[in-house]
C-alpha cells in the first residue's frame, strides 16, 4: 500500500489532535471541532489531573489509547486516578458513557477512501463499508470496565471472544451482529 508522505500527522492518535488543534485554533471548532478533547501524556498531565478533579464526582470513566497502536493493542477504560499511567506516552479522553447502540452493542462504521491527490483534493468514497460490532452488550457498569469485548469494536479482539466462536458456527450468521464476517454493509 502506499502513503502519502507525512499521513502519521494523522494516523497517530496523539499528532491527529496536535494537528486538529493548530486547525481549530486557524478556522474555529465549527469546521474543525470534530474529536472529543484529548490529553497526551505526560505532556497534558496538569491539564488533565485538573479537568479529571472537575469530574469525579460524577464518577467519569476514562479511555487510555497508545498514541500509535492499533488493533486494540493497549486500550483500557478506567475510573481511577490511579489507573492512568504517569510516564508512559498514552492518549486519553473521557469516555462516552451513552454511545449509540444497535441491538444493545456498541459499534463503529468504516468508510473506505482512496485520495489520488491532495492539491487539487480528489476523493473517491468506496460504495460499500464496514461495520464491526462489540461482541458482549454493552453497560455502563464499573465493575464492567474491563470487558475488551464489551467496550472496543477491534475485530482482532471481538474475534477471540467466546461470542463470536459461536456465531461464525450459526447457520443463520447473517441474523446476528458483533463479527467482522457479518457486518458488511
Known amino acids: 500500500m502506499n502513503h502519502f508522505p507525512g499521513t502519521f500527522h494523522i494516523g497517530r492518535k496523539d499528532r491527529l489532535w496536535r494537528n486538529l488543534q493548530k486547525l481549530v485554533s486557524k ?26 478533579e472537575k469530574h469525579a464526582a460524577n464518577n467519569e470513566k476514562w479511555i487510555i489509547k497508545p498514541p500509535a497502536s492499533a488493533r486494540g493493542t493497549g486500550i483500557k477504560v478506567v475510573s481511577r486516578w490511579t489507573q492512568i499511567p504517569k ?28 485520495v489520488t491527490s491532495i492539491h487539487p483534493l480528489r476523493i473517491y468514497l468506496y460504495k460499500d463499508g464496514l461495520a ?12 464492567s470496565l474491563n470487558d475488551r469485548y464489551m ?8 474475534r477471540l471472544s467466546k461470542t463470536t466462536r459461536l456465531m461464525k458456527t450459526s447457520p443463520h450468521a447473517k441474523d446476528i451482529n458483533g463479527n467482522k464476517y457479518f457486518s458488511y454493509f
Open 151 to 158: 467496550h472496543l469494536t477491534n475485530y482482532s479482539i471481538n
Open 87 to 114: 510516564k508512559r506516552p498514552v492518549v486519553v479522553q473521557r469516555y462516552v458513557s451513552k454511545p449509540y447502540l444497535i441491538n444493545g452493542n456498541k459499534f463503529d462504521m468504516r468508510l473506505y477512501v482512496l
Open 132 to 143: 464491526r460490532f462489540a461482541s458482549v452488550k454493552y453497560n455502563d457498569e464499573l465493575a
Open 27 to 52: 478556522y474555529g471548532m465549527n469546521e474543525f471541532g470534530i474529536m472529543p478533547k484529548t490529553y497526551v501524556l505526560p505532556h497534558d498531565m496538569k491539564i488533565l489531573k485538573h479537568d479529571w
